[in-house]
């Protein structure tokens, strides 16, 4: 029999379909089920968005191919964009539009990182950053993070984990798993010491449109002189205008940095999907205050969530954030998919265990708590209580 690549062959299966198959064997006992699962919004499109994708959809202008580093009108629309949130003069040729941000950063890592050499990413981990990592060859160091420092990386840790093969450090703020907002100051000093070393900085801000109120500009890095030659930043629009299902993504680079990517680009996919790029070209200016509003939805699930959980002893937030919150269980040393499954199966709550982010998360649970509205997120208080006491 024809063997598999190794590579991709020892992968674990993908996760979340495993969690599913949890939820789906809950009978009922306690009440409806709280998905805390998958970082999908707990809210619909904007009618306008909609109405957007069905036009573009339906008409034959985008029925073609199309420029292999994105339409023209969303990657100057975005260029327009990124310039007013971080105060930077960026331009259209700064950008390159990608089928989700999991492809910008495969784009990202096959620009920079070959089989055989390595990338840093902090521990907890994103898992599809890791197992793309995994699948290309490339090896992966890790930096942990403190749970005790809110699971910031520390500089020092970053600097001792730069071995002489890494090529790049990844990293994800607003942060997945844990939800932590990296602030603008250790931003900076991480990415002076990438530039320091002569290697990447891979910042992954798809949560950046949820960050809490008064946090003004996320970093000041591409306003950097010669920024093109350490950060290569990602993005997705699928939370932010709740369309997942779109698949819709973009990194913020260099010329040089679109231009490799390019050619990675024409032989993943050719051209992102045309219609989707249209309307959110169109729907960027547009629907800048409804997204807004989504924000201050998402702080106030913050808000519910602390206050949830305060009432829940033995449970405890130890990041929170965004979309995601990283909640310490009482369970001891029973291991972390263990007691998620019980979770789901038995109160209702379907969360991921904190494995799935790393060997030593045993002890926590990403609740993506976004996905539920404040009445939800009040519920978790006695279906925590009764669980913990069965």
């Known amino acids: 029999m024809p063997r598999f690549n190794p590579l991709v062959e020892t992968l674990a299966a993908p996760p979340i379909p495993a969690v599913f198959a949890w939820g789906r064997a809950y009978d009922g006992r306690s009440g409806p089920m709280i998905d805390l699962s998958q970082a999908v919004p707990g809210y619909p499109p904007h009618p306008e968005m909609l109405r ?61 990182a070959g089989a055989g050499d390595a990338v840093l990413m902090t521990d907890p981990y994103y898992f599809n950053q890791e197992t793309t990592l995994a699948m290309l060859g490339i090896r992966t160091r890790f930096a942990a993070c403190d749970p005790e420092n809110g699971f910031l990386p520390s500089l020092d840790t970053l600097a001792a984990a730069i071995t002489p093969d890494v090529r790049a450090l990844a990293l994800v703020s607003p942060n997945n798993p844990t939800g932590a907002v990296y602030p603008p100051d250790l931003l900076a000093a991480i990415y002076d010491l990438c530039a320091a070393r002569g290697i990447w900085l891979i910042l992954d801000e798809t949560y950046r449109d949820f960050l809490p109120e008064g946090c003004g500009r996320p970093h000041d890095l591409f306003a950097r002189k010669g920024w093109e030659e350490t950060l290569i930043g990602l993005y997705s629009f699928s939370k932010s205008f709740c369309i997942p299902g779109h698949r819709l993504g973009a990194i913020t680079a260099g010329a040089a940095v679109v231009e490799q990517i390019a050619k990675i680009m024409d032989n993943l996919q050719i051209c992102p999907p045309r219609s989707a790029q249209a309307a959110a070209a169109a729907a960027l200016p547009l629907l800048s205050g409804w997204r807004e509003e989504n924000r201050r939805e998402i702080s106030r699930r913050v808000t519910a969530l602390e206050e949830t959980m305060a009432g829940v002893p033995g449970w405890r937030v130890a990041a929170v954030g965004a979309y995601f919150a990283f909640i310490g269980h009482p369970c001891g040393d029973k291991p972390s998919a263990f007691v998620a499954e019980k979770l789901a199966k038995e109160a209702g709550v379907l969360c991921l265990p904190g494995s799935y982010f790393g060997a030593g998360q045993e002890g926590y649970l990403r609740f993506a708590f976004a996905n539920a509205d404040v009445s939800t997120i009040g519920l978790l208080k006695d279906r925590l209580n009764g669980f913990e006491r069965a």
């Open 52 to 112: 957007l994708l069905g036009e573009c959809a339906a008409s034959r202008a985008y029925t073609g191919y199309g420029p292999i580093e994105g339409e023209d009108s969303l990657r100057g629309a975005y260029a327009a964009h990124l310039s007013e949130v971080y105060g930077a003069p960026l331009a259209a040729g700064n950008t390159h539009i990608t089928s989700g941000c999991n492809q910008a950063f495969i784009c990202a890592a096959m620009a920079v």
